[in-house]
C-alpha cells in the first residue's frame, strides 16, 4: 500500500493517530491545573514507567493541554547526563519571564524576576565557566546566588511564580527523563516545588522517568511522596491495543484482520512504541486490504533489523564490555525480572565485584530494581536483543 498514507508514526516522542488507553492520566493533568489556577493546592505529577510506553507523549500532551485548555505558561526540558539543572532552567525561565513581560509591560515583579535570574546566572557561571543570557539588568544580591542549587532554586521558582501570580497567568514545568538529574539537582526541583506549594503560588511540575524515579525522590526528600503523586505508565490492554491499530487504519480505508491485530499485540506485549512499528512495516508491507496475519509475519523481520538498527543498538552501543557481559546473563535467564544471584551465578562472579557494574547500569537507565533483590531491563523486549547481539 502507498507508504504516504501510512497513519502510523512510529518515534521517539512522536504523536500515534490514536492516542488510547490514557484517559486517567489526562484527566489527573486537567484536574491539576485547574486545581492550581484557582489557587487550590494539589500534588504536582511524576509519571514513572519503562521506555516505549508512551511517556513523552503523554508529557507533551499535558504540555498542550496546559496551554490551549487553561492558558498555562510552560516550559520543557529534557534532561540528560552531560548538563547542569541550571544549565538547563535559566533560558527557558529567560524566555517565560520576558513573555510575562510583553503582556502588559515590565510590573514589578517581573523586573525582580529577571534580577533574580541574572544572579542565578553569575552564580551559574562561578561554577561552569561563562554563562551569558544576555540580561541587561542589575542581579539582586543574596538572592538565588549562592552557588548551591538547593538553596537557589527554591527562590528563583517562587519570584518567577510571584511574576506570574501578578499578571494573572500559570505556569507549567515539564521535564522529560527526570532520572537524570543528580541526587542534589533532584532535590533542589522537590525543595522548590515544596516551597512554591506551601505559598500557593500558580507553578507546577509534570515530569516523566524510568520506574527508578519513586526511589530516587523519596531518598532525596522524604516528604517527596506528599508532594507529588507517581502514576506509573504501563503497556496498554490487549483491546486498547487493537483500538490503537484498528481505528487509524479504518480511517484510512483499511482494516486489520483479527489474527493480525492479536499477533501484534503477542509480539508487541502492548508497549506503544512497538505497536506503532509493527502497524507502519505491515501496512508497508501489505498489498492491499486486510492485513492479515501472513502480512504481520512478513513484516516482523523489517521491524526486528529497524528496532535493532535504532532502539536498541543506540542503547547497547553507551556500555562498556563489562556492562554487556552482565545484561547478557541477565537476558540468558528470560524476560525478568531476576534475583541478583542468579545473574551472579551466571557470570560466575562474587556479588560485590559486580556491585559497580548494576550500580552504572541503574544510572545509566538500563536496569532497575522493582522490588528488593530483584533486576529487570527498563527497556521491553531488551532481552531478546541482547541474545541477538551476542548469541554466545
Known amino acids: 500500500m502507498n507508504p504516504i498514507n501510512n497513519p502510523f508514526a512510529p518515534g521517539a516522542g512522536a504523536p500515534p493517530p490514536e492516542l488510547v488507553g490514557r484517559d486517567p492520566i489526562l484527566e489527573q493533568v486537567r484536574i491539576l491545573l485547574g486545581r492550581i489556577k484557582v489557587k487550590k493546592p494539589e500534588k504536582s505529577i511524576l509519571l514513572t514507567g519503562l521506555r516505549g510506553v508512551g511517556k513523552t507523549v503523554l508529557l507533551n ?5 496546559a496551554r490551549e485548555e487553561h492558558n498555562f505558561l510552560t516550559v520543557k526540558i529534557e534532561s540528560h547526563e552531560n548538563k547542569p539543572l541550571g544549565l538547563l532552567i535559566a533560558p527557558l525561565l529567560r524566555e517565560l519571564l520576558y513573555d510575562l513581560d510583553r503582556v502588559a509591560g515590565l510590573g514589578h515583579k517581573v523586573k525582580r524576576g529577571l534580577a533574580v535570574l541574572r544572579s542565578f546566572v553569575a552564580s551559574l557561571t562561578m561554577q561552569v565557566g561563562e554563562v551569558s543570557l544576555g540580561l541587561d539588568i542589575e542581579p539582586e544580591k543574596g538572592s538565588a546566588d549562592s552557588g548551591d542549587i538547593e538553596i537557589d532554586l527554591p527562590k528563583l521558582f517562587t ?22 538529574f543528580n541526587s542534589r539537582e533532584l532535590g533542589a526541583l522537590i525543595m522548590a516545588m515544596h516551597e512554591v506549594q506551601q505559598l500557593q503560588l500558580p507553578l507546577v511540575l509534570i515530569a516523566a522517568g524510568l520506574p527508578i524515579l519513586p526511589g530516587l525522590a523519596g531518598e532525596s526528600k522524604s516528604y517527596a511522596e506528599r508532594l507529588f503523586s507517581f ?7 490487549a483491546p486498547d491495543a487493537r483500538k490503537a491499530l484498528d481505528e487509524p487504519a479504518r480511517k484510512s480505508g483499511v482494516v486489520f484482520a483479527r489474527a493480525a491485530l492479536n499477533e501484534i499485540f503477542r509480539l508487541t506485549q502492548g508497549y506503544p512504541y512497538f505497536i506503532q512499528e509493527w502497524g507502519y512495516q505491515s501496512w508497508n508491507t501489505a498489498t492491499g486490504s486486510p492485513i492479515t496475519l501472513r502480512v504481520v509475519r512478513d513484516a516482523t523481520e523489517k521491524v526486528v533489523q529497524r528496532l535493532d538498527a535504532n532502539f536498541f543498538r543506540v542503547r547497547f552501543d553507551r556500555l562498556a564490555s563489562g556492562e554487556k557481559r552482565f545484561l547478557r546473563a541477565m537476558a540468558g535467564l528470560g524476560p525478568g525480572p531476576h534475583r541478583t544471584g542468579d545473574i551472579v551465578e551466571a557470570l560466575g562472579g562474587k556479588t560485590g565485584s559486580l556491585g559497580p557494574v548494576r550500580s552504572r547500569l541503574i544510572k545509566k537507565g538500563m536496569i532497575y530494581s522493582p522490588a528488593h533483590g530483584d533486576l529487570s531491563f527498563t527497556v521491553p ?3 531478546k536483543f541482547m541474545l541477538r547481539a551476542i548469541p554466545e
Not at 61 to 65: E, G, P, S, V, W
Not at 159 to 179: H, N, P, S
Open 159 to 180: 519570584v518567577v511564580a510571584e511574576a506570574a501570580e501578578e499578571r494573572q497567568r500559570a505556569i507549567a514545568i515539564f521535564v522529560d527523563e527526570i532520572q537524570y
Open 381 to 383: 523486549l531488551f532481552d
Open 231 to 237: 502514576p506509573e505508565i504501563g503497556p496498554l490492554s
Open 61 to 65: 500532551k499535558a504540555r498542550l493541554i
